[in-house]
């Protein structure tokens, strides 16, 4: 399976923008790259997902790097809601669909 | 409009004893996943259904997990002789098809095995 490494948590002051990277350097070419957040006491969130192309959507950005060994998820003006867990997952997406979390990064937004 | 449903939301229940816990999908959705997520720790997948069958329970973690979906809708994840270890908030999800990746979770099942 392809892995993802990230950071257990990162800090961030509110209306500042956050930069949360992720590694796979395992990554396939069929891979694509999901991020997902989890608020307290709530189900994960989808957030965004690309190949290989930076992606933009009305949540976040997300850059990936050219080798795609890495890739990062922006928020561009952190608010005290964007606090939660952020997972970066990789997916191949054929018959055997299944998607796999890690720890991801706790992101902490000071006011 | 209506996402995915979850019940019961809290369950407590003795060791050993048998619980079911439900997952209603978004309507249309044909994917449907499990998850338990122990506290401070990521989802773990347990369970993936494409329609009716089961494409991949490797994550089940042994045969006292079963789960079923004979409509290709609503799921049932079923837990026989409960264990304390069982203790977790079991997480449903539904995509539109495999090919979306884009999951929509519920809220949870929060078990409890005293």
């Known amino acids: 399976d392809a892995k993802t490494t990230q950071p257990n948590s990162m800090e961030s002051n509110e209306e500042e923008p956050v930069h949360l990277p992720c590694n796979h350097s395992?990554?396939?070419?069929?891979?694509?790259i999901h991020w997902y957040r989890q608020l307290p006491s709530q189900g994960p969130e989808y957030v965004i997902h690309?190949?290989?192309s930076n992606v933009n959507n009305r949540m976040a950005s997300l850059a990936i790097a050219e080798d795609r060994k890495s890739s990062t998820l922006i928020l561009h003006r952190a608010t005290l809601r964007d606090a939660a867990v952020y997972y970066c997952?990789?997916?191949?997406?054929?018959?055997?669909?299944?998607?796999?979390f890690g720890a991801g990064t706790r992101l902490t937004v000071k006011p | 409009g209506a996402g995915v449903s979850q019940t019961p939301s809290n369950k407590v229940t003795e060791k050993g004893k048998y619980v079911e816990l439900r997952c209603d999908p978004i309507?249309?959705?044909?994917?449907l996943y499990w998850y338990r997520q122990s506290l401070g720790q990521g989802p773990e997948f347990l369970i993936y259904?494409?329609?009716?069958?089961?494409?991949?329970d490797s994550g089940l973690p042994n045969d006292r997990f079963f789960a079923v979906r004979p409509e290709g809708s609503v799921s049932t994840l079923k837990i026989q002789r409960t264990e304390r270890g069982d203790s977790a908030v079991y997480l449903c999800?539904?995509?539109?098809?495999?090919?979306?990746?884009?999951?929509?979770f519920g809220e949870g099942s929060r078990l409890t095995v005293l």
């Open positions: 309507s249309g959705h044909t994917a």
């Open positions: 997952i990789l997916l191949l997406y054929d018959n055997n669909n299944d998607m796999r």
């Open positions: 999800a539904s995509s539109l098809s495999v090919n979306t990746g884009e999951l929509f």
């Open positions: 259904f494409q329609g009716t069958g089961a494409a991949d």
């Open positions: 395992t990554i396939s070419g069929t891979d694509y």
């Open positions: 690309g190949l290989t």
